[in-house]
Nanobody, 119 residues
Framework: QVQLVESGGGSVQPGGSLRLSCAASGNRFNAYVMGWYRRAPGKQRELVAT???????NYANSVKGRFAISRDNAKNTINLQMDSLQFEDTAVYYC?????????????WGQGTQVTVSS
């Protein structure tokens, strides 16, 4: 069982920056692929970025070059540095932990944190 708690959301003007953090409790944090997803109003949840235990990253095309995901396995945390924020980045951002062992899927979500980009 993994519990995830996000923090760092808020309101920012276009072009601004925010840094989201996700603190994980539970066992085997460093075995999980960690990620950030978001759900904008009226839209489905979409992937923002993921990072493996070894540090390999994957980004949605819409955030490449603007967002950076990182993790600290010693502190059981991941972060999402968001720069050059745009109106379209407004969404609830969710932290995710995923572990696949054979046919077993372990999939955990945080409660979400609101990011609003407005002028």
């Amino acid at each position: 069982q993994v519990q995830l708690v996000e923090s760092g959301g808020g309101s920012v003007q276009p072009g601004g920056s925010l840094r989201l953090s996700c603190a994980a409790s539970g066992n085997r944090f460093n075995a999980y692929v960690m990620g950030w997803y978001r759900r904008a109003p009226g839209k489905q949840r979409e992937l923002v970025a993921t990072i493996t235990s070894g540090g390999s990253t994957n980004y949605a095309n819409s955030v490449k070059g603007r967002f950076a995901i990182s993790r600290d396995n010693a502190k059981n945390t991941i972060n999402l540095q968001m720069d050059s924020l745009q109106f379209e980045d407004t969404a609830v951002y969710y932290c995710n932990a995923l572990l696949i062992v054979g046919i077993a899927h372990y999939d955990y979500w945080g409660q979400g944190t609101q990011v609003t980009v407005s002028s």
